[in-house]
């Protein structure tokens, strides 16, 4: 092994190439075993990862000073690499700027791990903070720079507490941005996070403040509502309405939309007996001013109707200032959670969870949603005049009703859905058009939506994407849809 030490890439090459086909590396012990441990540790390839923790184990017992850190390496990466916690905590990753720790089996104890030469959990994670603040604080100071694929970053800039209370008090907000980095202040004697946009916990800035920093792209067009979250999940603020209760806008984002309250039409619950369902599912009905059965004005049938109140607030008062065209909303209610059958919302929304469940759904939501609309509303059932719509699992369910319905609906508006297309979807002149909203804080979902445009693109369909900088966020939600039934229907 000594020939290891100062040999050349192609020699480090040959040399474990020869290791791995030596019959006798099993048997060796000592400082060979340490040696070949080190080399194959060194080549980065995961099956050398067992004979790395197998020879540096055996050095270790035979007293060689620095093997069992390398038996505790190799541990933690084959354990992770195979789906369990790390056993030993050394493994760190870097996560939206963070070093971070993937999941460390508790059963472990520190003397367990001095026994190899680790570090305690506590200095282990020590390390890992002084590593992070370390970065951050370098990122500050490279305005504009972010990890490449990533829209965001943790930038640090030791903040005074007093400093960040008179911020506060001046902006009259507890986030406000500096060039493009934005920064949250949390009054919390522990770490909370930013959700549902920035899941990541804020750092103690003293005097009872946590504060969450980081540079965004095309933040000066970005809407962010926020939630302070402790770690232990449950919301720390009770939120009011208003324009700085809990929502950045930036100074070239989209503008805020007015909302009605109370409105100027009407939002009615129903319920609707359903033999497809085997129960009566209530359906929020959202008729504008004046409207009057068999008028034609369109209908859109949309999900999660027991979500839709901020939605008629922003969309009546669109309705109300021109910005787009009287439309009656009719949204059925979505399943609750079921503690045994769990989420039975994204059963009934996307395939592949219960199929049942999902076919059931589609029977409802297809055959005797509008059947009862049309009949007790009088709203339309031309095609032309009729709209799918959901949001998240809603927006995949609006996508597939597309595809497998595309005579029932002249438009569908898809947002943030987290479900991709098929790429091997037939997409005729008959299907509807799409209409697209996703924004470029929501990863997968983000993704998904993005992904659905490409292949509207690919087969020459008609469709319209807008991108907004936000979260997982109905905010950029309900702004967006007055456009879009304006360019549906305007």
Same mark, same amino acid.
């Given at each position: 092994m000594a020939t290891a030490e100062g040999a050349s890439d192609s020699e480090q090459f040959d040399l474990l190439h020869e290791l791995r086909e030596h019959d006798q590396l099993d048997n060796a012990d000592g400082?060979? /075993?340490f040696g070949a441990a080190r080399l194959l540790a060194a080549s980065g390839d995961p099956s050398d990862l067992p004979s790395v923790a197998r020879l540096s184990l055996q050095a270790h017992r035979d007293g060689i000073e620095g093997a069992g850190l390398i038996h505790a390496e190799a541990s933690d990466k084959i354990a992770l690499y195979t789906g369990r916690p790390q056993l030993y905590g050394t493994v760190m990753l870097e996560h939206q700027g963070d070093i971070v720790q993937p999941p460390v089996d508790k059963r472990i104890s520190d003397q367990e791990r001095a026994e190899l030469g680790v570090p305690s959990m506590e200095e282990l994670q020590r390390r890992m903070a002084t590593l992070s603040r370390r970065l951050a604080v370098d990122r500050a100071a490279q305005p504009g720079w972010l990890p490449e694929g990533q829209r965001f970053c943790r930038v640090w800039t030791n903040p005074e507490p007093a400093v960040l209370r008179a911020r506060m008090a001046s902006e009259g907000t507890t986030a406000w941005a500096d060039g493009d980095a934005i920064t949250f202040v949390a009054e919390s004697a522990s770490p909370v996070t930013v959700t549902p946009a920035f899941p990541i916990e804020t750092w103690d800035a003293g005097d009872g403040l946590q504060v969450l920093s980081l540079r965004v792209e095309r933040l000066d067009e970005a809407v962010i509502t926020y939630t302070f979250t402790p770690t232990d999940g449950? @919301? *720390?603020?009770? =939120?009011? $309405? +208003?324009?700085?209760?809990? $929502? =950045?806008? +930036?100074?070239?984002? @989209? @503008?805020? %939309? /007015? *909302?009605?309250? @109370? %409105? %100027?039409?009407?939002?009615?619950?129903?319920a609707v007996d359903s033999d497809a369902l085997g129960e009566r599912r209530k359906v929020t009905v959202y008729r504008p001013l004046g409207h009057a059965a068999g008028d034609n004005t369109p209908v859109i049938y949309a999900t999660d109707g027991n979500m839709f109140a901020p939605y008629a607030r922003r969309l009546d008062a669109a309705i109300e200032a021109g910005i787009c065209p009287p439309v009656v909303i009719v949204a059925a209610h979505s399943a609750? =959670?079921?503690?045994? $059958? +769990?989420? %039975? $919302?994204a059963a009934e929304y996307l395939p592949g969870f219960d199929e049942q469940v999902y076919t059931a759904h589609q029977q409802f939501f297809m055959n005797e949603l509008p059947a009862w609309a049309e009949a007790e509303l009088g709203v339309p059932s031309a095609p032309t005049r009729r709209g799918i719509w959901g949001c998240s699992d809603g927006g995949g369910h609006a996508a597939m009703a597309a595809r497998l319905f595309p005579e029932r609906f002249g438009h569908a508006f898809v947002y943030s859905t987290g479900m991709p297309p098929d790429m091997t979807y037939e997409w005729t002149d008959e299907h509807p058009f799409m209409h697209l909203c996703a924004g470029t804080l929501e990863g997968p979902f983000h993704q998904a939506t993005e992904a659905w445009a490409g292949y509207l693109m690919l087969v020459d369909a008609p469709y319209h994407f807008t991108e907004r900088v936000a979260g997982h966020d109905l905010v950029q939600w309900a702004e967006e849809l007055p456009h879009a039934i304006n360019r549906a229907w305007g």
């Open positions: 400082q060979v /075993a449950m @919301p *720390s603020m009770n =939120f009011r $309405r +208003g324009s700085h209760d809990g $929502r =950045f806008r +930036g100074v070239n984002a @989209p @503008p805020e %939309l /007015a *909302s009605n309250d @109370p %409105l %100027l039409g009407t939002s009615v619950e129903h609750s =959670f079921d503690p045994i $059958r +769990g989420n %039975l $919302r």
